[in-house]
């Protein structure tokens, strides 16, 4: 008996560090919970599971928020980024957290591209029309407030405020009279801006078409009819949300690897079980100005259907 109850002993001890040991492989910072950057990554954690690879995903509050995390929060390697955020954050070094960037940070996956949505009252036709107005960018940390900075700096448009909210209360405050205008970030149909907003709103979509801001961002249009309160086809700009990893150390670069490389294997997977969205990723997709990490590269080889992406043009890089 006395055997028995060490052995037993031995196998609860076994379990509590084969525990310890299967935690989190890797950490994923995504963005609010219920959001689809969230739940890109409850899938991905979904799809690798049974591979072995146990994926911990993190709520945050949005893109800049996810830099921040890859770099100062440990356990978490990888992260959904803007591809205006990292650009963004890198030419103003003014952390020296940040600092790492250019030397850590690299693209694991191209995802899909989000329209830049500038809802705003009637009679406002440009982006010229909101300066010394009262704008909507997001809460701190998210990639909407980082991408509205920089579209009024780019286009020196002054508004009279910029006030750091979420949609849903910018939604509210643009009905109430209390702002102008908000600026929302997000793959279009944007299913608050489908549902919530209403003809009788008198809101509008303002075009982006300043020159400066279209010579750093990539053009695109919301077709007439996107949203029911939407009669004309409105240009604007978008980013693509990119999942990147921050290895600096080169640390999980086989973790990473073989993540990749079951991603890859199981894409169909995810188009066929996960959010919509997957089925607007092109994973072979190539991203200029961002390398891929090496680390994935290697573990695509082999891969049916895989096309090796090349490496980062250095005369392009931002």
């Not at 700009?237 to 600096?248: I, P, Q």
């Amino acid at each position: 008996m006395k055997r028995v109850a060490l052995s037993a002993a031995g196998l609860l001890l076994c379990a509590g560090v084969a525990g310890a040991v299967a935690a989190a492989d890797l950490g994923l910072s995504a963005g609010a919970e219920g959001g689809t950057y969230y739940r890109f990554g409850e899938d991905l954690r979904r799809l690798l599971k049974p591979n072995g690879i146990n994926i911990t995903v993190y709520s945050s509050d949005g893109a800049v928020d996810n830099v921040h995390a890859i770099i100062e929060r440990p356990g978490v390697q990888l992260g959904i980024v803007q591809s205006d955020v990292l650009a963004a954050i890198a030419s103003q070094q003014t952390n020296a957290a940040i600092q790492p960037l250019e030397d850590g940070v690299r693209l694991v996956f191209p995802l899909y591209d989000e329209q830049v949505h500038i809802l705003a009252r009637g009679g406002i036709n440009d982006l010229n029309g909101l300066a010394g107005l009262y704008v909507a960018i997001g809460r701190e940390g998210s990639g909407t407030y980082l991408t509205a900075l920089s579209l009024f700096q780019r286009a020196g448009v002054v508004p009279a405020a910029m006030v750091a909210i979420n949609a849903a209360e910018g939604l509210a405050q643009l009905r109430a009279g209390r702002i102008d205008a908000m600026v929302y970030v997000a793959a279009s149909p944007v299913r608050l801006l489908r549902d919530a907003v209403k003809q009788s709103d008198g809101f509008v979509l303002v075009p982006i078409t300043a020159p400066a801001i279209i010579d750093a961002y990539a053009t695109t249009e919301i077709p007439a009819g996107t949203y029911p309160w939407q009669p004309t086809v409105v240009s604007t700009v978008a980013v693509t949300a990119m999942l990147v990893a921050h290895d600096r150390d080169r640390q999980y670069c086989e973790t990473i690897g073989q993540f990749a490389q079951h991603v890859i294997a199981g894409f169909g997977w995810l188009v066929t079980n996960g959010h919509p969205y997957w089925q607007r990723v092109e994973i072979q997709r190539r991203i200029n100005g961002w390398e891929q990490y090496d680390c994935v590269r290697k573990h695509r080889v082999g891969v049916p259907g895989a096309v090796l992406l090349p490496p980062r043009d250095e005369s392009r890089r931002r």
